[in-house]
Nanobody
Framework: QVQLVESGGGLAQPGGSLNLSCVASGFTLEYYATGWFRQAPGREREGIACFSVGDGSTHYADSVKGRFIISRDNAENTAYLQMNSLKPEDTAVYYC??????????????????WGQGTQVTVSS
């Protein structure tokens, strides 16, 4: 059974950091591009980061570029999202996602994809 399970969310202060994890089961993560998107109440889904398999490149939305880092540990079959310099506008549910291709989608817009149950991130003082 294919499954993605996110964890690591919580409450952080502005300027703080969180490290999200996404454990994959039922498939080998290193064969597929893996990314993260977020969904905040009343806002559209936003693709924020992706790790491509073909050339190992990483891609970020402008809103998180320079603050978030996507990575993965193939031995652990786990993807990560290190989030630094957090802002209140980063508050959202964060989801790990793959659409089973080796390259990241254009504009980080996943159309037909699978994702986990999400983990809540709240940035507030």
């Amino acid at each position: 059974q294919v499954q993605l399970v996110e964890s690591g969310g919580g409450l952080a202060q502005p300027g703080g950091s969180l490290n999200l994890s996404c454990v994959a089961s039922g498939f080998t993560l290193e064969y597929y591009a893996t990314g993260w998107f977020r969904q905040a109440p009343g806002r559209e889904r936003e693709g924020i980061a992706c790790f491509s398999v073909g050339d190992g490149s990483t891609h970020y939305a402008d809103s998180v570029k320079g603050r978030f880092i996507i990575s993965r540990d193939n031995a652990e079959n786990t993807a990560y999202l290190q989030m630094n310099s957090l802002k209140p506008e980063d508050t959202a549910v964060y989801y790990c996602v793959t659409d089973w291709y080796s390259s990241c989608p254009d504009n980080l817009q996943w159309i037909k994809a699978d994702w986990g149950q999400g983990t809540q991130v709240t940035v507030s003082s």
